[in-house]
């Protein structure tokens, strides 16, 4: 029985890792004409806990393909009681850098916890969505204020 439930976790993250993509994509960003933005994606395999006080949670690493950096970058799971996603049962919030900045080329870890789900036997489907706000440079480039 334990590798019946294994093999359907197993199946549960493959799924998930397939429609967790990152809304901007590098082919998404260069068919937009966009440059100079951070591109987060799930890099590796995603795992799946549960915290001491048995709520389930996802755990993992995004990476920073894009030429600049990023911050605030939130990983979001929604799991659902069927397969067309309309009975939700819970979301899961992470901060990959603990919602800090993302440099390019930087790999960082996430956590994302489920507050309401007790098991993840309940859930049919997995839904995923990334958020993150671009850091934008900008430098002062106007003379000193003069000394009175």
Not at 12 to 23: D, E, G
Not at 126 to 138: A, P, S
């Amino acid at each position: 029985m334990m590798n019946k439930q294994r093999g359907a976790l197993l199946i549960f993250l493959v799924i998930l890792a397939s429609r967790c993509n990152s809304p901007a994509s590098p082919d998404r960003i260069a068919s937009a004409g966009l440059t100079d933005i951070a591109t987060i994606v799930l890099d590796g395999n995603q795992g799946m806990g549960r915290t001491a006080d048995g709520h389930p949670y996802f755990f993992g690493y995004v990476k920073n393909l894009g030429p600049a950096a990023a911050k605030n970058c939130q990983i979001i799971y929604r799991a659902y009681a069927d397969t067309e996603e309309t009975i939700f049962l819970d979301v899961a919030r992470g901060y990959a850098a603990h919602a800090g900045i993302i440099d390019p080329g930087q790999r960082v870890y996430f956590e994302a916890t489920f507050s309401s789900l007790t098991s993840f036997v309940q859930v049919k489907r997995f839904g995923c969505q990334m958020i993150w706000e671009n850091v934008h440079v900008f430098i002062d480039t106007s003379p000193p204020n003069p000394k009175p």
